[in-house]
């Protein structure tokens, strides 16, 4: 605990708790893509497998839950029918009565039979592995929908009542001068509540990189994608989504509960084959696992009533406070409160962290304000772009 001021607590209130699902199954994988998928492998047993895993687990989560969010790979490779059995398993267990549960789908998976079956299933919100309506743009990324599937399928979707995201990836080599700001109009046009922007990275043993080696794909250029970065975030400014995490843009009241949880140091449970869980114990300890991304290993484990095979990962008081505080700040909105993370994982070297803060604070990178007695850390516009450098200040690296 804080030696200092022992009677502050940790969050206001209770911190928010959640369940993170992993699908890994994938038609086909995207040439930039290095994510723990399974292209064309069965999904026989993946349901029960996650209910098994579910009976071994629950006591590493606080019930009931807030957010319960399906990632992948691409979750839309299920049947709506498995889907909503996935998100009763959950409810038996506790989730809110006004809990996020959300989804991401990809256009090709969509029609309006399966949009308005998500809604019957329980889901609140919807994420479309869109990455763009410019054709040329889909094209360089060997995405399998064209402009029109993607117009159509974000349609439908909004037209359920869901909150519907899309997911942009900018800073593509070759792009138009128009495309971002066509693809943030398109977006606002049709009704879309959140943007996720990601700058296309290239990542070590993809596609990509032999696409680019061969000469098949244009080589990236850091230049235009720190330009992109800015554009990107200037007209989302304009078109109405704030920016209120360093790659998501929401219009009021559509920010994500389930990534903010993250941001926010909340715990969740991470179940299926590549997925990451996170709690902080009584003691303030971090603790970290990680379940094998083997898809056939961890359903038969499973099945035959055995954990999954994973690796797990304990951080001191003091790392996980510097590690709180470099996630916290990605937050824009929220920033950190240094005092309230310290209660939290029992830290008392608060001085390094501090100073870290306070040089950013003369960079233009993060900013500080006095709120209820205690100082709110906030990173600027100008450190969104270096939030990299002021969380390896923090952390020490």
Partial sequence: ??????????????????????????????????????????????????????????????WPVATLSLGGGTPS??????????????????????????????PEDIDGDYARALVDAGFTRVSVGLQSFDEDVLRYLGRAHDRRRGLDAVDLLVRTGLHVGVDLIVGVPGEGDDRLADDVATARDLGVGHLSTYILTLEAD???????????????????????????????????????EISSHARAGRTSRHNRLYWQRGDYLGLGPGAH????????????????????????????????????????????????VAFGLRDLGAGVVLERLAALHHAVKLDDVTRALRAAVTRDDVMVNEEGGLQTWRLTARGARFADRVARDVLGT
């Fill in 1 to 62: 605990m804080n030696a200092a001021n022992p009677t502050i607590s940790a969050v206001p209130g209770s911190r928010p708790s959640g369940v993170y699902l992993h699908v890994p199954h994938c038609r086909r994988r995207c040439p930039y893509c290095d994510f723990a998928i399974e292209v064309g492998a069965s999904t026989d047993g993946f349901v029960e497998a996650v209910a098994a895993e579910l009976d071994l687990r629950a006591g590493e989560v606080r």
């Fill in 277 to 324: 869980s996170f709690r902080v114990d009584d003691d303030g300890f971090a603790l970290r696992r990680h379940t094998t991304a083997r898809l056939q290993p961890w359903r038969e484990a499973l099945l035959a009533g055995r954990d999954a095979e994973h690796d797990d990962e304990v951080l001191d008081h003091d790392h996980a406070f510097r590690e709180a």
């Fill in 77 to 106: 490779q299920l049947p709506v029918a498995a889907l909503a059995h996935l998100v009763s398993l959950v409810r038996q267990r506790g989730l809110a009565s006004d809990a996020e549960v959300a989804l991401e789908v990809n």
């Fill in 206 to 244: 993809t596609p990509l990189v032999q696409l680019i080696k061969r000469g098949a794909r244009a080589a990236i250029d850091d230049d235009h994608q720190a330009d992109a970065y800015e554009r990107v975030v200037d007209l989302t400014t304009a078109a109405g989504f704030a920016q209120y």
